[in-house]
C-alpha cells in the first residue's frame, strides 16, 4: 500500500500547487489553460529539474541555488512542441513556472 499511497499524495501535491498557480496567474491566465495542461506543465518541470542537474548543486553561502527561469520556460516550450501538445507564449509559461516555484517556497516557510 505505500507505493499507491505515495501516488495519492502526490497527486493531492499536484492538485495544491496547481490551484496555488492558477490565484498566482493574471486574470486573463487564469481559464486559459486546461488542469490537464497544468499536470503536463508541472511533469515538464519536474522532468527539467531531474534532468538538468540542478537537484545536485550545492547551495550558495546563503543556502540559495540560482534557477534560471527561462531555461525552464524554454524546455516546457521545446517538449509541449515536440510532444504536438501546442504552441505556448514563453511570458505565460514563465507565470506558470514563477507560480510553481512560489508555492514551492511557501511550503518551505512553513
Given at each position: ?35 490537464d ?22 547551495p ?10 527561462e ?7 521545446k ?29 518551505e516557510?512553513?
Amino acid at each position: 500500500m505505500g507505493l499507491e499511497d505515495d501516488f495519492l499524495k502526490n497527486d493531492l501535491d499536484d492538485e495544491k500547487t496547481i490551484e496555488y498557480i492558477k490565484n498566482y496567474l493574471p486574470q486573463e491566465l487564469k481559464e486559459k489553460f486546461s488542469d490537464d495542461e497544468f499536470y503536463y506543465f508541472l511533469d515538464l518541470i519536474d522532468e527539467y529539474y531531474s534532468e538538468s542537474g540542478i537537484l545536485d548543486v550545492q547551495p550558495d553561502g546563503d543556502g540559495y541555488i540560482e534557477v534560471d527561469l527561462e531555461k525552464i520556460v524554454n524546455y516546457i516550450i521545446k517538449e509541449a512542441h515536440k510532444d504536438e501538445m501546442g504552441d505556448y507564449d514563453p511570458d505565460e509559461i514563465l507565470f506558470i513556472v514563477q507560480g510553481e516555484m512560489e508555492y514551492t517556497e511557501s511550503l518551505e516557510d512553513e
